[in-house]
């Protein structure tokens, strides 16, 4: 029997017992389409969040307070605008392209009858640049506002949905009161998707009608000049601020310096874990298909017990009958995996398309990999799991096989 004889022969198979195959060719579809999507779905929060990070910067740094160690004699020093100074002056290399100090706070806005509570965050001028953050709407304060602690804020698009309809251009001029205070609108923030809900006002201001604080900063941001230079301006942080705090051993700092960098790294890895876990998830459904496709295969050995006894008398070897229900077995788990690979496909295609209509679910990224590869291993189920009924079938004595009844 050729190998075309054998494909007409397992097709016929596949008609005469519809309902048992289509029901045998489920475990595969469902695990094929199962892969195609859950690696599309990995690929499209991994490509979010890269997205998301990038677009930061990737060569920004940022210098916190530290939660973990204490210096030996108990005592830390807050990060204040002294530091930042004596960053903003340093002229060795590596440069810094910004430094920039940011205090942070917790506010709730009030206009007219509506409230919302976002995140306060106070900076200089240079936090547009810093934070790669552009402007929707009006225009972003002046060193003069924080000079003279003028109260001024800039809008993120969370707050001004919940104030003003998300119309940017009906927020710009208004008084809204943050806190206890009242403060003028003067722009509004393009969103980013990380950082919308906020509302950003000179430094001064913060501390002066928000939260005090003297001249401490929560965290200054540092640009470095490029990505390859991240890692020198980092040791050159910790060297400067080491001094400035009078700090010998490193184990021992009162502050964190980190960088999107390291983040993007990190995030990378836990998502080529989160899509490697979500491939094994699938790949149980292959499994289990493919004992299905083992188990209909014993029965179809059993069935045909007769058939393959007159074969054997007639001259078939043993190479023809193992041939031919290893191809009915590939040939079954190779309909479902290409059924599976229509669903699968579809199912991403349409995800796609639904989160382009929800700014926060992250869109699937169907990757033709996951899908040869999907394909791919539903054929070497097939083969696998075929082997042993096959072969159980080659092995049958036509004596014994035409006595079966």
């Known amino acids: 029997m050729s190998i075309q004889e054998a494909f007409k022969v397992a097709l016929r198979g596949l008609r005469a017992n519809r309902l048992r195959s289509v029901l045998t060719m489920l475990g595969i579809m469902i695990g ?13 929060t991994s490509a979010r969040l890269n997205e998301q990070i990038t677009s930061l910067g990737t060569n920004l740094i940022g210098v916190l307070q530290s939660r973990g160690s204490v210096a030996t004699s108990g005592k830390t020093q807050p990060l204040t605008d002294k530091d930042v100074k004596a960053l903003q002056q340093d002229t060795q290399g590596p ?23 976002t995140s306060i965050v106070g900076s200089s001028r240079e936090y547009l640049t810093a934070f790669h953050r552009t402007m929707a709407a009006g225009n972003f304060y002046t060193d003069g506002d924080v000079n003279t602690s003028n109260r001024v804020a800039v809008l993120g698009p969370k707050p001004v949905e919940r104030l003003f309809g998300g119309r940017s251009v009906d927020a710009l001029g208004q008084t809204i009161r943050i806190g206890r205070q009242s403060f003028q609108v003067v722009g509004v923030l393009v969103p980013n998707g990380l950082n919308d809900d906020i509302a950003v006002m000179p430094i001064s201001a913060t501390r002066n009608y928000l939260v005090g604080g003297g001249d401490t900063v929560d965290q200054i941001v540092v640009e470095a000049t490029s990505q390859a230079t991240v890692p020198p301006t980092m040791n050159k942080i910790t060297r400067i601020l080491m001094d400035r705090h009078k700090v010998h051993d490193p184990d021992q700092k009162d502050f964190e310096v980190r960088s999107n960098l390291e983040l993007l790294r ?40 007769r058939e393959i006894g007159i074969r ?51 869109p699937p990224e169907l990757s033709a990999g996951s899908v040869v590869l999907a394909f791919t291993v539903s054929l070497c189920v097939g083969l696998f799991f075929g082997a042993y009924p096959a072969n159980r079938a080659a092995r049958m004595r036509p004596i014994d096989a035409l006595r079966y009844e």
């Open 32 to 44: 094929v389409a199962a892969v195609i999507l859950l690696v599309a779905l990995g690929n499209g």
């Open 95 to 117: 440069r810094f392209s910004s430094v920039t100090p940011v205090k942070q706070a917790s506010a709730v806005l009030a206009f007219q009858n509506s409230l919302w509570r």
């Open 266 to 305: 990190q995030y990378t890895q836990v998502s080529d874990v989160l899509t490697l876990f979500l491939f094994i998830i699938a790949a149980i459904s292959l499994f289990v298909g493919g004992i299905g496709i083992m188990n209909i295969m014993l029965v179809t050995v059993t069935e045909r017990t």
């Open 312 to 362: 054997k008398a007639v001259g078939a070897r043993r190479k023809a009958i193992l041939k031919q229900f290893l191809i009915e077995s590939v040939v079954l788990a190779g309909v479902g995996g290409l059924i599976g690979v229509v669903v699968g496909v579809g199912l991403s295609l349409l995800g796609k398309t639904l989160g382009a209509s929800f700014g926060q679910f992250a």
